[in-house]
């Protein structure tokens, strides 16, 4: 009537470098994450105090120029931070986006 129950040893994780390895590495790519972010920031910052009188004196197509060159401005600033702090990520963007641009500069036979 009574089942034999059967226990299973206790699967333990090591105490190791392996946790504290990928803390580090998390804790590492939100600084590096957040400084590009800040590069970004300061640049957007900028670039909009030095067109704001343009913008406002411009007609709906130059506004939409200036907010394009200030997004514009702004990736390419944290992509560049990123990349000279070596983030692998940014690297992947950058090659999709000149594989895109490429592709989109084909012709339509070539590809």
Do not use: Y
């Not at 299973?8 to 190791?16: H, Y």
């Not at 067109?51 to 060159?69: C, E, H, K, N």
């Amino acid at each position: 009537m009574f089942r034999e129950q059967r226990t299973q040893p206790c699967e333990t994780k090591p105490t190791g470098s392996d946790d504290e390895g990928l803390r580090k590495d998390s804790l590492w790519f939100i600084a590096r994450t957040m400084t590009a972010t800040a590069g970004m920031a300061l640049v957007s910052w900028l670039s909009l105090h030095l067109l704001q009188s343009s913008f406002d004196l411009g007609i709906t197509p130059w506004r939409l120029a200036v907010v394009m060159f200030l997004l514009l401005a702004s990736g390419v600033a944290f992509l560049g931070i990123a990349s000279l702090l070596k983030m692998q990520e940014s690297g992947r963007l950058v090659r999709t986006a000149s594989g895109l641009r490429h592709r989109a500069a084909a012709p339509q036979g070539s590809v």
